[in-house]
């Protein structure tokens, strides 16, 4: 006995059984659960729910039962799963927000668009909806195939006998095993015009097909866009459209306007929109919204959105798209299942599969009607037999000894079939008036059209279909509907202006050499009298500006950094700010050497730029635009030629001033002026032109633009002496030239040009050394020189250090005091 035991056990690896179980657990879902059949659109719930409400009389025509009735009954009979998901299924069928054509008819509360529940089924009553009637008419014909329950109890169909195509009007969703499925509801009046015509013209192309059937028609209306989206769909069975709300901008009195929303893209839960909506307005992320109200009533749906005065209602409503569900990206993905199979099917497909299923349906029942007509004639005229003989009929009846003895005694005397000797034997007497031949013979006529009709339906395709289109036509007739949602051939490109998002403030704008930025408000800024820098940083650039400005930020690294003003962290005056590594990262010797603020980023203007090893170029603006990463890198604006190389300095030059002249110094104490219309405007990833011809080992330490008019520079060399100078001291020459020395050159221990930049009686020049100190230098208290002399001693290296670098110490600005 242990052997017999032993021998029923079976090695499998883990594997094995896993791969064995889930491939039958996977068919089970994708066959039998989640994805609806190409033929009625139905899932298998969805069916039994139907079937089992008609099989219950629980129909449109007659009154509401509870839906706990209903689903205890196609739990018990036909589907043994949980209730909930059959009442899940059973309400969704019944919302109107969600089916074109809705199934069930339900009292009570069944959920609404904003995401509410549905009353427990105790409490809430339904039946089927009339075009129901159209799925489940003739089922009771041997229409359809049927097949045992889950217990072999009863018997349940395979599928609806689906009078109309019921996948594409009230659409699909659906998640499986590998498989998913996304069809959009359609119009009822178009989707039976599209298969009318395919009945007609079986080859017709998809593009014939889809002037009857546009695309998706949402029962909760919207507006579609993307006609390209749509025909993939339709081709292939996968395709993306934007489906965007229905709305409009009204006028209000005190110059004000509000924004109404009265259709929403399908599936949209509506109070969480609203609830997204007036999120953005207390974050503030768009400026003009003072209040979100959900006005929504019996009369229908209703979202308004109150403005500021003078508020861009045109740019918050894009942003308004672009950023909530007011406007969603659909995907189609049809997917159904067709011969037992998944398949990914497109338009033609569909109609052409759900014609197939007609035309089956409609012979399976014509095949049943004959029959009926057929064994109903055959007794017809038994019986009108029997009362042309009738006397004779009664004689042998009378002379039988019992109901058996009289069938074959007439069958025998007579040559009457079984059935209809049934049918005499079991007539009665009344119906032996001489009236009732007359009756037969009627019934005789009409029974012989009508078989005449069948036989003609099954010998005759064209009558087929002639059945098929006329049943559908009067399914139209019933049942249609104007289309709901619009349909726009092209996705309207949403441009979101930044005044929309930023209230336009006045603010401060710091950046610092070291490389930290902040921006403060006016108030905060008028209440510190620090700004929050460490004693070897300095401001590069500190202006007052707005919110909607644009912020472009040079290293001499040759890096540009573009910050839009709203952007910048709001710090208070006396706080250091953010630190450029934080978000674009600097190399530990990058700092600083420029910024600019800018109105817009529409300039005209071109950049200046000169690099350490002598080469200079002009980049326009439009070559600096910021790309899409500009939050986390840094541009390119100039090609450096190795990593001992630097950018000199940075200029930016409207389009207006192009007589200025460039004005350079080498380290080695020469200097250059020429016309800056000499150098070549090339893109940022380029190194220039030639700017001076260097001696070996000499670098530019500066340039500055100049107009033809007088100006004055002041140059401080490594061994501490300031000189002040006149550009007309260096004679005007061409680009790419030595150019004439600037100091006098002495046999020992000569001067070196350390920094150079331009001055004015109202500059104070604040020179750096190489042990992180400053001095200042007021320009007016030295005279100026010519370029033969040195200038004068103003600070001991020794002391302080070298002098590594000047920069102009900032004035108060009137306008800050404001």
């Known amino acids: 006995m242990a052997k017999q035991q032993g021998q029923k056990i079976q090695e499998l690896s883990f594997e094995e059984v896993m791969g064995e179980r889930f491939g039958r657990y996977s068919k089970y879902i994708i066959q039998e659960r989640a994805l609806p059949d190409i033929r009625d659109g139905l899932k298998p719930v969805q069916r039994r729910i139907l079937y089992a409400m008609a099989k219950d009389g629980n129909t449109y025509d007659k009154g509401f039962r509870k839906s706990a009735k209903s689903v205890g009954n196609v739990m018990g009979n036909f589907h043994p799963h949980g209730d909930s998901s059959i009442y899940e299924a059973m309400v969704r069928m019944s919302q109107s927000w969600k089916n074109r054509a809705p199934l069930i008819q339900m009292h009570g509360n069944n959920g609404s668009m904003d995401g509410d529940p549905p009353a427990a089924m105790r409490y809430t009553e339904a039946r089927l909806s009339k075009i129901s009637g159209e799925l489940l008419a003739d089922i009771d014909k041997e229409t359809v195939d049927m097949v045992l329950n889950f217990d072999d109890t009863e018997y349940e169909p395979t599928v609806l ?167 969603i990206a659909y995907n189609y993905n049809m997917v159904a299942i067709s011969h037992m199979q998944p398949v990914q099917a497109g338009l033609i497909e569909i109609l052409q599969a759900y014609i197939e299923h007609r035309e089956d349906v409609v012979t399976r029942r014509t095949k049943y009607n004959l029959k009926k007509a057929s064994d109903r004639l055959h007794i017809i005229n038994g019986l009108m037999k029997a009362l042309s003989i009738l006397n004779d009929v009664i004689k042998t009846i009378r002379a039988s000894q019992n109901k058996k003895s009289a069938k074959e005694n007439l069958m025998k005397a007579y040559d009457f079939s079984e059935k209809q000797a049934e049918a005499i034997v079991s007539l009665q007497l009344y119906r032996l008036t001489n009236t009732d031949i007359t009756a037969l013979q009627k019934e005789s006529d009409e029974l012989n059209k009508q078989i005449m009709s069948y036989q003609k339906i099954l010998n005759d395709p064209k009558e087929l279909k002639r059945v098929i289109k006329s049943e559908l036509r009067h399914v139209e007739k019933e049942y249609g509907s104007p289309r709901k949602t619009q349909i726009e051939a092209e996705v309207s490109d949403l441009k979101v202006d930044t005044s929309v998002m930023v209230a336009d403030d006045d603010v401060m704008v710091m950046v610092s050499h070291d490389g930290y930025l902040k921006r403060s408000s006016m108030r905060s800024f008028q209440a510190s009298a620090e700004d929050g820098l460490k004693d070897v940083d300095y401001p590069v650039l500190q202006v007052k500006t707005h919110t909607l400005a644009h912020l472009y930020i040079f290293t001499n690294y040759g890096h540009m950094i573009y910050r839009p003003v709203h952007e910048i962290l709001d710090a208070h005056w006396k706080d250091a700010g953010e630190h450029l590594s934080q978000t674009v990262g600097l190399a530990s010797d990058e700092s600083v050497i420029a910024a600019y603020i800018f109105e817009d980023l529409d300039q005209t203007g071109q950049f200046v730029m000169a690099s350490t090893d002598g080469y200079i170029k002009q980049t326009s603006f439009a070559d600096l635009k910021p790309g899409r990463t500009y939050k986390s890198h840094p541009q390119q604006a100039i090609k450096l030629h190795d990593d001992h190389v630097r950018l000199a300095d940075i200029y930016y030059v409207a389009g207006d001033e192009a007589d200025l002249q460039v004005v350079s110094a080498s380290h080695k104490g020469y200097g250059l002026r020429f016309a800056l219309s000499e150098v070549s405007t090339m893109g940022a990833r380029t190194r220039g032109v030639k700017l001076m011809d260097l001696k070996p080992e000499d670098t530019i330490v500066d340039f500055v633009l100049v107009s033809p008019d007088a100006h004055e520079v002041g140059i401080i060399t490594q061994r501490g002496a300031f000189k002040k100078m006149n550009v007309t001291e260096i004679p005007v020459m061409s680009r790419a030239r030595r150019g004439v020395q600037i100091l006098r050159e002495l046999k020992r221990n000569p001067h070196r040009i350390a920094a150079m930049t331009l001055v004015t009686p109202a500059t104070t020049l604040m020179v750096e050394t190489d042990q992180q100190q400053f001095f200042a230098i007021d320009p007016t208290q030295y005279p100026s020189g010519d370029r033969y002399s040195n200038g004068s001693f103003v600070l001991d290296p020794d002391e302080i250090g070298a002098p590594s670098g000047v920069h102009l110490k900032r004035l108060p600005d009137p306008e800050d005091e404001n």
Do not use: C, W
């Not at 699909?172 to 009945?199: F, K, Q, R, W």
């Not at 769909?233 to 395709?239: I, K, L, N, P």
């Not at 901008?249 to 110059?255: A, L």
């Open 161 to 327: 006998p689906a009078g109309f195509p019921n996948l594409l009007v009230n659409g699909a969703t659906g998640i499986s095993a590998g498989y998913a499925t996304e069809i959009p509801p359609h119009n009822l009046n178009e989707v039976i015009d599209g298969i009318m015509y395919l009945m007609d013209h079986p080859d017709a192309s998809l593009d014939k097909i889809m002037t009857f059937v546009k695309g998706p028609d949402f029962p909760t209306g919207a507006i579609v866009q993307g006609a390209d989206g749509i025909r993939k769909a339709f081709e292939t069975g996968r395709g993306k459209i934007i489906v965007r709300s229905k709305t409009s901008i009204q006028d209000v009195k005190g110059n004000r306007q509000q924004i109404v929303i009265t259709e929403l893209p399908y599936e949209v839960n509506k109070a969480n929109l609203v609830k997204k909506i007036d999120e953005i307005r207390v974050l503030k992320k768009v400026d003009g919204i003072s209040e979100v109200r959900d006005e929504t009533d019996r009369h229908g749906l209703s979202i308004v959105i109150d403005l500021k005065r003078n508020a861009d209602a045109q740019g918050i409503l894009n942003y308004l798209l672009k950023n909530t569900e007011l406007q």
